[in-house]
């Protein structure tokens, strides 16, 4: 069974874990546990009705914690796996995994929502958003990729396949600033096989003027309006 405490332990098994590490998860715990209890007041029961007994009364639950409760929502979004799984990784059935799934993961969301870290998903909106943020100033534009299951349709089976993965993909395009890492732009989903800068084109992201935009060779010919852009160019050895 998956316990914060021990966990927490061993930093690299805790990082490919929760894509966090130690630190950064007791950075969160606090922005987690408060958006928990306005959720879900310990003077009330989940269904909203004043509590008759204490608070931690009765049976102990496995995620009685908001450690374990913040570490079970990090598991299952950096893994994804079955709920039978999550069941055994954390000491419980998999309707009771089925129903924490559901209770934190819109926590979690509203967590980072709170802190100011979700990446921005409208591109008309994007510019508003960054405009004041200093570490936006220098930014990175690049394609990213996750495996996926193979389509049953072979018209799919070819629209998501990716030469450069030789695997079955979904295609994003996120925008991060090189200061903090903070991931400051999320496109929609696209099949593996879209192109990185026709991904950008369709997206018709509204920049801050005041950023500087580093893309790699995926986004030959992107120039959108900015401060500047910068792009690797290919050596000679490469070219020949």
Not at 24 to 39: Q, R
Not at 76 to 101: C, H, R, T, V
Not at 164 to 173: E, G, L, S, Y
Not at 203 to 225: C, N, R
Request: a positive charge; glycine letters at 4%; charged letters at 35%.
């Amino acid at each position: 069974m998956l316990e914060y405490e021990n966990l927490k332990r061993q930093p690299r098994k805790f990082l490919a874990q929760t894509s966090l590490t130690v630190a950064e998860f007791e950075d969160l715990l606090p922005a987690f546990e408060k958006a928990y209890l306005k959720k879900f007041p310990v003077k009330k029961t989940k269904t909203g009705k004043a509590r008759k007994r204490k608070a931690g009364a009765g049976r102990k639950s496995s995620l009685d914690r908001i450690e374990q409760k913040l570490l079970f929502a990090l598991v299952y979004q950096k893994s994804y796996p079955l709920q039978a799984i999550m069941g055994e990784l954390f000491g419980m059935g998999q309707s009771q995994a089925n129903e924490w799934i559901h209770e934190l993961l819109p926590i979690l969301k509203q967590t980072l929502d709170d802190m100011g870290v979700m990446p921005e998903r409208n591109p008309k909106k994007f510019k508003a958003k960054e405009k004041n943020r200093k570490d936006a100033m220098d930014s990175i534009i690049d394609g990213t990729e996750r495996c996926r299951q193979r389509p049953k349709q072979s018209e799919k089976q070819a629209l998501h396949y990716s030469g450069k993965k030789k695997a079955h993909t979904d295609k994003n395009v996120i925008i991060a600033t090189v200061k903090k890492k903070r991931i400051s732009y999320l496109s929609k989903t696209y099949p593996g096989k879209t192109h990185d800068k026709k991904v950008a084109d369709n997206e018709k992201i509204s920049y801050p003027t005041h950023i500087a935009l580093h893309k790699d060779t995926g986004f030959q010919g992107y120039e959108p309006k900015v401060r500047t852009t910068y792009q690797p160019k290919k050596s000679l050895a490469s070219r020949s």
